[in-house]
Structure formats: C-alpha cells, structure tokens
C-alpha cells in the first residue's frame, strides 16, 4: 500500500502553484502580445470646423471613418477634400415659434426634423431586447414613436461594434440611414440602456450638454485633466440656442471622468454656486453623466422639437402651476388647467401677475385673469383677458370680470409654452411670451396614462366664497424639491374706490415634505416693476408678512395670515377656501 501522504511522485503544493502561476502568466502575456499585433495604433489628425473655427482632433477609424468623441463626423478622405464641418444640433430659435419651426427645420443638411413614427431596424438583432427597452421608455415619456422599417428610405439602423463604446453617424437627419453603433460595453441590465439613448438623442439632433453655449456658466473646465486627443470635445461649444435650463441630470452630459487622465483627476466641476442635484427615477447613479436614461429635462426638449407634429395634448392638469419668461421675473402667471370638463374638453383658467406701464410702488400692481377652453389635439387655445376692479382687500364686495383683451396659450413641452395677447382696452397692448415653469414638473407628460401625484393634486385655484368673489389664490405643490408656492390676486384695504390702482397681489414660499398639510409660509410684495418689461433697478420683492396654509381635504383649505409690512400693513386674519372646480386625479 502506497502513502499518499508521504508518495515520493508528488510534488510539493508550493511547487505546484508556482508552475500554475507561471503558466499563467506565460497565457497572458501571449494573449497580450496577440491583441496588440491584432489592434493597429490609434490615429489621430486635426482639422478646423468651417462652422466655427474651432479646431477639432478626431480619430480615424480603420475603415476611414473619422471619430469625434462618439459622433462620426463623416470620412477622413470627406474632410481631406471638403473640409470639416459639424454637424449642428437642434436650436431654439429667439422668435416666436412659427419661426422658431423654420429656422430648426432647415439647421442641418437642409432636411426636416425625422418623421414620426422613426423607422429603425437591426443589422444583429442580437441588440434588439436592449434597443426595443430604450426606444420604448423613449415613447413612453416623450411624443416620439418607433416603427419597425419596412421600405421607408430614412431610417435608423443599429449594429454592434465590438471592443468599443457606442457611437452615432453624424448629429439629426442627414437622410437614408442613420447607423448607430452599440458597443459590446454597453450594460445591458433594464434600468441601463441610456447609453443606447444618448446615441438615439444624437440621431435626433442633439448634442452634449457641456457643449452648449452657456456651458461656462454651469461648469469649470480642467484641461489639464482632458486626454489631449478628446480636449476639444470639450473645449468646443455650439452656437446654436438650447431648449431649456442647463441639465446635470441629461444623459447627453459627459461624466466628470470621461476622457479624464485619470479618475483622480476630474474633467470638469461644478462652478460655485450651482446646483447640481441628480435624481433620474429608477436609477442607482446620482452623479453627473448617468447612464439610465433620458432626464426629465431630456423629456421636455425633445417634445419642444418633436412635438409640432403631433400637437402637444394641454387638456391635463398636470401643466398647472407657476410659469414665467425669464427675462421678466417678477412677473408671471398661475395656471390651472381643468381637464375633460366634457369629452376631450378642459377649461384653462389663469392669474396674470404683472405691473402698469409706469413703473412705482404697489399702487402701479396689475393683475389679470385668463379663461377658455382646451382641447385634446388641438396645441392652441383661446382666452379671454379679464380685469376686475372695485374689490377691497379680503372683504366685500364681490366684483365683476370686464373682457379687457383676448390670448393664444399654447404648450410645446411639460416645462414650456408661449402666450400671445392682445388688449382690447384702448392701451394698445400686444405681443408674445415665452413661458418657463418655475417649479418641477410632476405630473404631465406628452403622452397618457398620466401619472398623478396626491400632493401636487392640491395645486390649482381656491377661492374664499360668494362674497369676496373676483379675488382669490392659486396654489403650487413642487413635493420634488419641497417646495410651496402661494400666489394671491386680491385688492388694497379700501381698494374699491381706486380702480385698477386698488388691486394687489402677493406671493408666499414655503418648504414642504410629502405628505404635509399645514404649510408655514413667507409673504412677499412686489413692487417696481413694469408691463411685460425686464426688471428695473427699482423693482423688488419685499417679505411683508407670515402665513399658514392648511389643507383640510382635496377641496377646502384655511389661509391665517399676519401682514408686518407692505401696503397691507396691519392686516391679519384667516380665510376659509374652497376649491374652484372639481379635485382633480389622485386627489
């Protein structure tokens, strides 16, 4: 019998492994040695763009393509001959929206934006369960649409590009096909097909967030963190105007580590005094340059582009709340919009914050109400513009509504609209504003079924009964953000002999967490400002007093409120409130 144990043909365990080890390494370093005479060096050249003068480095692919970051910018025989020229992403024009529609639709190649439904097929349809998950979280949130290719002419085509990251040729429409390449590094885990859609968002005409024109406002950059051969991909900003505010949330921003020398050393950061708060739903990365998905901002600036041919729905209650032109703030307006008041029919109902032609203290105040019917499939709606007059502060008597003009209000977007106006009222008043929402977005979207959302549901107009009718409040709940929003449309203590010099209108703020109903607030007057204007060195908002919002039920409320300044000076009391209209869903 044999002893294992002791077996003279066995080699020591140390031994063992060190032959292992050594096979090992003799394995890799081949497997190596094999990769590298299979992969030819990169290279790379340099051009200047035609459009703007930037020089551009770009790798030159093995079949000729050249490469700028994850755009194909076309051949490097193309540029050699013809010179380089970017393409140009989607922009915003700073005219009314009619021009707005030209102008994008010839910005690139002389061709329209692509036409909905997007056909798209697939060179492997090993992509097809990854692709089909992006595409349709894609038309889930916005007005896009997908269809599978049959013989239509422009179309997108996905492909596999093994060992490399996804790239897109060329930037929107450029006719025929349109190929994406998906890397095979692409997560394929659900929840992670924003890498697919960032490419999608390429073909559709858009570019990277930090390449927009106001990128210097929002992030510092660091050179000498940027590979040299990735620096103007970077460096380059478009001239072109973007749809909304700068998004850290985008999937078409860059992580602070791409292209980076090395992850120590960051490509970019935050400029002080920014915020930069990342909160994609569903998704795990709360950093910028999350490959999730598309941002909700994402969302709203394809359906600003995408959604002149579909007509954006605005019967839903979802594009209540604050909304604003940047260019005027101080001013605003509080909207609510009432849907299916009858089949397909909503009512849009409206309170118009602004100031009298002359600009002075709070006696120069104006505030208008809006009011007309909105219709599924129909992007415009026609108001009224109503003045009251006569009413005193939280009192009697009731007043009554003159028609004093008439608007268009339109939605492109959950976060974007316009309205044109025309008084009627002998002061020669017209023109057109842009419209910003103030708050988040909670509950619109392009497409139903709508989510709702049982503490945004509180938002919309309150209004303190028969005897002080004709003055009232409109409230905003933003849970995303904790914040509370009051606007309050009302008159002077003894206002009623003053005319249009009698009205007032107040603002409080408040923090907010879900779930809350009794809602501590600050009331603010603003004063100084003037008709649809800029602010002037003498506009301001002024903290005039405390208050406290309490919501009883979806439709009856109390305002207590303790005026220590202002024009109101003295006042307080409580006000009960009872909805206008219905509760809408969810409430």
């Known amino acids: ?116 439904p997007i056909p798209y097929q697939f060179a492997d349809p090993v992509l097809a369960p990854l692709v089909e998950l992006a595409i349709a979280d894609l038309a889930q949130k916005t007005v896009l649409s ?48 924003g890498a697919v859609q960032h490419e999608i968002l390429h073909a559709l005409g858009f570019a990277h967030e930090q390449q927009r024109k106001d990128r210097d406002d929002y992030i510092d950059l660091h050179p000498e963190c940027i590979e040299s051969s990735a620096l103007s991909q970077y460096t380059t900003k478009y001239n072109t105007v973007p749809f909304g505010a700068y998004d850290f949330e985008s999937v078409m921003h860059y992580r602070s580590t791409e292209f980076s020398t090395s992850n120590q050393c960051l490509t970019f950061t935050v400029k002080a005094g920014r915020s930069a708060t990342v909160n994609v739903p569903n998704c795990a990365t709360h950093s910028i340059g999350q490959g999730c998905g598309i941002s909700p901002g994402d969302a709203d600036a394809v359906n600003y582009f995408y959604s002149r041919q579909t007509g954006f729905d605005p019967n ?42 002359i600009a002075g203290g709070a006696e120069r105040q104006r505030w208008y109400t809006l009011q007309g019917p909105v219709a599924t499939g129909q992007s415009n709606a026609v108001l009224s513009i109503y003045r009251n007059t006569g009413g005193n502060f939280n009192a009697p008597p009731a007043t009554g509504a003159q028609v004093v003009g008439t608007a268009t209000l339109s939605f492109n977007a959950c976060s974007s609209g316009q309205l044109t106006y025309t008084f009627t009222d002998g002061s020669g008043r017209a023109g057109t504003i842009s419209l910003t929402r103030l708050l988040p977005n909670v509950t619109c979207s ?60 107040y603002t409080a703020q408040g923090a907010f967490t879900p779930g809350l109903r009794t809602i501590p607030v600050m009331i603010y007057e603003t004063t100084g400002g003037t008709f649809d204007a800029p602010p002037s060195a003498g506009q301001g908002n002024l903290a005039v007093g405390t208050g406290t919002m309490r919501f009883l039920s979806c439709s009856a409320a109390t305002f207590s409120y303790n005026f220590t300044g202002g024009s109101s000076i003295g006042r307080s009391g409580t006000v009960t409130l009872g909805r206008v209209g219905p509760a809408p869903p969810g409430c």
């Open 146 to 193: 997908f269809v599978p290719r049959t013989t239509e002419t422009d179309f997108i085509e996905f492909a596999q590009i093994p060992g490399s990251t996804s790239v897109s040729h060329g930037i929107g429409n450029g006719g025929g096909k349109h190929l994406i390449e998906i890397g095979d590094l692409v997560n394929a885990a659900p929840g992670r097909y």
């Open 316 to 357: 839903q209650h979802g594009l209540t709340g604050s909304w604003y032109e940047p260019a005027t703030s101080g001013q605003g307006f509080a909207l609510e919009i009432f849907p299916n008041v009858s089949p397909g029919t909503g009512l849009a109902f409206g309170s118009w914050f602004t100031f009298d032609a």
């Open 1 to 116: 019998m044999l002893d294992n144990g002791a077996s003279p043909f066995r080699e020591p365990s140390g031994a063992i492994i060190f032959r292992c080890l050594a096979a090992a390494i003799v394995w890799v370093v081949a497997v190596a040695l094999a990769t590298a005479q299979a992969m030819p060096p990169r290279v790379f050249a340099t051009a200047v763009d035609l459009n703007s003068g930037q020089v551009i480095e770009y790798e030159i692919r093995p079949d000729g393509y050249a490469i700028w970051g994850d755009v194909v910018i076309g051949t490097a025989a193309d540029i050699a001959n013809n010179g380089l020229r970017l393409p140009e992403p989607l922009s915003r024009s700073a005219t009314a929206q009619d021009a707005d529609k030209k102008h994008i639709q010839q910005n690139y190649f002389g061709r329209p934006l692509w036409r909905l």
């Open 446 to 505: 392009a497409k139903a079924p709508r989510a709702t959302n049982a503490d945004f549901a509180l938002s919309g107009s309150w209004y303190a009964g028969i005897a002080t009718s004709g003055q009232g409040f409109m409230a905003e709940v933003a849970p995303s953000i904790g914040a509370f929003l009051l606007s309050w449309f009302t008159y002077a203590p003894n206002g009623a002999a003053f005319g249009p010099a009698g009205q007032r209108w």
